[in-house]
């Protein structure tokens, strides 16, 4: 049993079907990666993934448990994390404190963020090593507004390992870093790998083929093609795209 199963997956905006019919089945410890052109529907799909978006019909199964439609944060209890597109870190906070107020027993109790992050030698600790897994160890003190943006994100990462998930949501990982710092965030992936269970959509073709187990190509709301990245290099729409060069 894959520990993510995704069928028949359906999502419509009014008039507008985004998702048509999505399949998947992600064993545990698979990099599965998720591909194709903007306006595909990738968002979307991670969206009900991780339960902002409630699908129109179809289902959605954890472990074999069925999560299809649970808020957010019951799906994210569960064991699913997820890093965003657009960051979301508190600015004014070290690297240390995100962390510290994302982890599972800063958050159920409920009361001053900032003293209670900064009083609590147990929360730091593990704080501290989850920040030694991303690289940023010496960054521990500084606020994540004077961070560089590779180190944001890689904070960012950190934030979502300290859910201590089951499964890792990437959404665009890469995006707005250089050379350096997709080279970086390469070497922290192929650490996670196999230790959690990581799903990513990216558009930088060259990190994503040279790390998933298997890619998704979603175009036009539907999953038109699946494999591993040398399979991949046969499909005739990857070999028309700008994409099959990366095959």
Known sequence: MALIEVEGVHVRFGDRVVLESIDLAVPEGEFHGVMGPNGAGKTTFFNVLTGRVKPSRGSIR??????TGLRPQLIAAKGVARSFQIMTLFDDFSARENIMVGLPAFRVRGFDMHRAASADSDLAEQASDILAMVGLTDRADVRAKDLSYGDRRALEIAVALGQNPRVLCLDEPTSGLGTDGVQRLSQLVSQLKRKLTIVAIEHDMEFLFSLA?????????????????????????VKRSNLGRFA
């Open 62 to 67: 954890l472990a074999g448990e069925d999560v």
């Open 213 to 237: 187990d298997r890619i998704s190509v979603i175009h036009w709301g539907q999953v038109i093609a699946r494999g591993a990245p040398q399979e991949l290099q046969q499909n005739e729409w």
